[in-house]
């Protein structure tokens, strides 16, 4: 029986699971978000909060005692430095599950893992999809879309010159001030003999 054992056993052997949970604890303090299945997630987060919580008193038995779960030295120097910091006072609950749903390829269920305290934002959820059906949409023939293209053409061509009225086919030349010389107002531009535009 197993009485009040906790964790789950995620199809794999001991020294198996024992090397996965390492593997996703290093990727979470490295990344400090990561996405796998929901029971990996709430299997990680078991594995990882008690290793937080010693991170919060830096000594070397602490680190060693830490090291032997994670097996990487980085990850060990930045949940010392950097996550032990952020944590500061924060009495558990150091991580944050989020449901994504189900993966297309097997259905198994998704999830998000972050450390709580570098998610500065609101929680993210999943955007909503469109619902797709196996229903096909009726095709329109070649000849109806041909004439709804050539309504809407002419239709354009009709508004266009009655919504803007303000607009006059003139040219307006600008005031030119008589008492102005000929010096102030602009040369006209010559071409060069030889260059073409």
């Known amino acids: 029986m197993r009485h009040a054992r906790k964790g789950y056993k995620l199809g794999r052997t001991a020294s198996h699971r024992k090397a996965t949970l390492s593997a996703l604890s290093g990727a979470l303090i490295r990344h400090k978000q990561i996405t796998t299945t ?26 060693r005692e830490v090291f032997r779960h994670l097996m990487d030295k980085r990850a060990v120097t930045e949940l010392f430095e950097e996550v032990a910091e ?34 500065e934002s609101e929680p993210t959820t999943r955007r909503s999809r469109r619902r797709r059906t196996r229903r096909g949409r009726r095709r329109r023939s070649s000849a109806s879309q041909t004439a709804d293209a050539q309504s809407t053409t002419m239709a354009d061509e009709e508004a266009a010159p009655a919504a803007s009225p303000e607009l006059s086919t003139e040219s307006v030349e600008p005031d030119i001030d008589e008492g102005a010389s000929a010096e102030e107002s602009d040369p006209p531009v010559e071409e060069k003999p030889g260059s073409e535009s």
Not at 87 to 114: C, F, H, K, N
């Open 86 to 119: 952020k944590v500061g006072d924060r009495p558990g609950g150091y991580t944050r599950v989020l449901r994504l749903g189900q993966r297309s390829g097997d259905a198994a269920e998704m999830a998000i893992i972050e450390l709580v305290d570098y998610n």
């Open 38 to 63: 929901l029971t990996k997630a709430k299997s990680l987060r078991l594995y990882i909060e008690p290793l937080i919580t010693r991170a919060r008193e830096d000594t070397t038995h602490n680190r």
